[in-house]
């Protein structure tokens, strides 16, 4: 069986950082595309960040460019978003996806999905 479960989302003030974390069970993450998305009240799930199992090439949105990296930890089975310079816009709930494909990493359909983890940035 598929799992995925996030971990590491909190409250943190403007300018602060936090680790993300997306543990993986029933596959290997290596193996499949590993995507980050965010869904903040009253607005639409944004991706913000992908890394694919072939080749390890990364994507990120726009708006956290520069400031949030995605990484691979084969040995954990484990995914994580570094997020840096965090922004009051960045709160939302942050879910980790999950699925083996080609094509748009934002607007694909993943079949796996995680509970999400609350992440709130003050200003």
């Known amino acids: 069986e598929v799992q995925l479960v996030e971990s590491g989302g909190g409250l943190v003030q403007a300018g602060g950082s936090l680790r993300l974390s997306c543990a993986a069970s029933?596959?290997?993450?290596?193996?499949?595309?590993i995507a980050w998305f965010r869904q903040a009240p009253g607005k639409e799930r944004e991706g913000v960040s992908c890394?694919?199992?072939?080749?390890?090439?990364?994507n990120y949105a726009d708006s956290v460019k520069g400031r949030f990296t995605i990484s691979r930890d084969n040995a954990k089975n484990t995914v994580y978003l570094q997020m840096n310079a965090l922004k009051p816009e960045d709160t939302a709930v942050y879910y980790c996806?999950?699925?083996?494909?080609?094509?748009?990493?934002?607007?694909?359909?993943?079949?796996?999905w995680g509970q999400g983890t609350q992440v709130t940035v003050s200003s």
């Open positions: 996806a999950a699925d083996d494909f080609s094509g748009s990493w934002a607007t694909y359909e993943y079949r796996f």
């Open positions: 029933g596959f290997t993450v290596d193996d499949y595309v």
């Open positions: 890394i694919s199992g072939s080749f390890n090439t990364k």
